[in-house]
């Protein structure tokens, strides 16, 4: 009898080597059911043949299923795996070896999925889609719908064809993953049930690093937090989202804090018809056009204490939805904001608040247009800037004079080394006043400006 008989029993063992045994052995001492992995020569695991791929999706499935109903996780020991539409038990947790058990996707269809499920989990695990084609262009590698209480810890996803995770109606924990190389999106969420995206290191997708996005506005209640989000390009420039490192749209109460974002395409992190979302203590790199962006429909965002440096555009409020609604943008660090194309009216411009916006304590440094802009139009109202430093660029303040602009306050100031003034008012984009900050303000009965310090 030979050695792995002896030790993990009766084993049924496939095309090249890969060898299911039930559930007790000395690697999986609390009874979980166990898929082996082993090749009796290395060149083996480069490529298996249709039918050897075909069969270990069987016995793998036949083991998933064992595991759900006996209530156990599986074990994956290090080895390649190549496995289609895997569909993964409720209650089961898949466990591998991090870095060394790789399940590699082999085509026709997806790799792994559940659908109305609960209490499942992968950990440890490499997931390969070798860049073979999904049965849904727009689906995920890895696809969960209806799942409460997912869990994914320590996995790597690399070379999917489409989304890399894709989530439908989804609560959990998305924690300590590497996920890239993806042609569509790394993680995207819909009408989530309350997920805890952490930690994550993405990279190198064609449309964004992560999407939360309910077709129905309503509070989704995701929080994004501590994740590192690099080279996102836009292979898949057809809709809002693409080049954006976070996209969240109709999903209210989302938090995205302590992130760091570098080098996306278009935006860094991207909010519309959104509510009360909170952009906090984030550090955001060489975005391709405006780091952070918020946009129509946005009632109440907090936009805080964020480290923008490099963009075309630093940060936009566009105007909340509602009546009496406010964004809140205090105490960001935006440097380096060095224009982008000549049609974007908003090119160069450090901070942007269009209307209904507190804006204090905050520093914009090296704008190449204008440091701040407070109210973009006719519908400008209830605008308040005080205590900002504005350094450098042509203008520190440009603000709106439209006749029929609501109040707007700039008090307490610090405007310096500027080319073209201090306080310049705005009509419809274009520069129509001498310098407010010398000249009175009289004529225009919706501003108030005083006790700014200019240099």
């Not at 569909?87 to 591998?96: D, E, L, N, T, W």
């Not at 996306?264 to 009360?276: I, L, T």
């Not at 060095?338 to 916006?357: H, Q």
Request: overall charge negative.
């Amino acid at each position: 009898m030979d050695r792995r008989a002896f030790l993990y029993g009766t084993a049924a063992s496939i095309g090249t080597g890969l060898i299911l045994t039930p559930a007790h052995s000395e690697r999986s001492g609390d009874g979980a059911a166990v898929l082996r992995g082993s090749f009796t020569r290395p060149e083996a695991s480069v490529q298996l043949d249709e039918a050897a791929s075909e069969n270990q999706s069987r016995v793998m499935q036949e083991a998933l299923d064992r595991a759900g109903e006996q209530g156990k996780p599986l074990f994956l020991p290090a080895g390649r795996y190549e496995v289609s539409n895997i569909r993964v038990p409720a209650g089961v947790r898949i466990i591998g070896v991090a870095g060394q058990s790789r399940l590699v996707y082999s085509g026709g269809g997806k790799l792994l999925y559940a659908e109305d499920s609960s209490s499942i989990g992968l950990e440890g695990i490499v997931m390969d889609g070798a860049n073979r084609a999904l049965d849904d262009p727009e689906g995920g590698l890895l696809s969960f719908r209806t799942v409460a209480d997912f869990s994914m810890e320590r996995c790597s996803v690399v070379g999917s064809a489409g989304h890399a995770l894709a989530l439908t109606r989804v609560s959990g924990r998305i924690v300590g993953n590497s996920l890239s190389g993806a042609i569509g999106s790394a993680i995207t969420s819909e009408e989530s049930a309350g997920l805890s995206i952490s930690g994550n290191e993405i990279g190198g997708c064609g449309k964004a690093g992560i999407v939360i996005r309910r077709w129905t506005a309503a509070d989704d209640g995701t929080t994004i937090t501590n994740n590192r989000i690099a080279d996102i390009a836009t292979l898949r420039g057809d809709d809002q989202g693409a080049g954006t490192g976070i996209l969240i749209v109709q999903a209210g109460g989302v938090l995205v804090s302590g992130n760091r974002i570098a080098d996306c395409a278009e935006n860094a992190v991207k909010a519309v018809a959104s509510p009360n979302v909170q952009v906090v203590g984030n550090s955001v790199m060489r975005a391709g056009r405006t780091a952070i962006l918020v946009s129509d429909g946005c009632d109440g965002a907090l936009i805080s204490s964020n480290i923008v440096d490099g963009a075309a555009t630093g940060l936009h409020l566009a105007g909340p939805g509602g009546p009496g609604s406010s964004h809140v943008c205090q105490g960001n660090v935006i440097r380096n904001i060095s224009g982008g194309a000549e049609d974007d009216r908003l090119a160069g411009v450090g901070l942007v608040a269009e209307t209904s916006a507190t804006i204090t304590g905050n520093v914009v440094e090296n704008a190449a247009g204008i440091a701040l802009i407070a109210g973009t139009d006719q519908s400008a109202d209830e605008i308040v800037a005080t205590g900002n430093v504005l350094r450098g660029g042509r203008i520190g303040i440009g603000v709106s004079v439209a006749d029929t602009a609501g109040h707007t306050l700039l008090s307490a100031n610090m405007i310096s080394n500027t080319t073209d003034g201090a306080i310049r008012g705005m009509l419809e984009g274009e520069v129509v006043t001498e310098d407010l900050s010398v000249a009175s303000a009289v004529r225009f009965s919706n501003l108030t400006i005083g006790e700014n310090r200019i240099s």
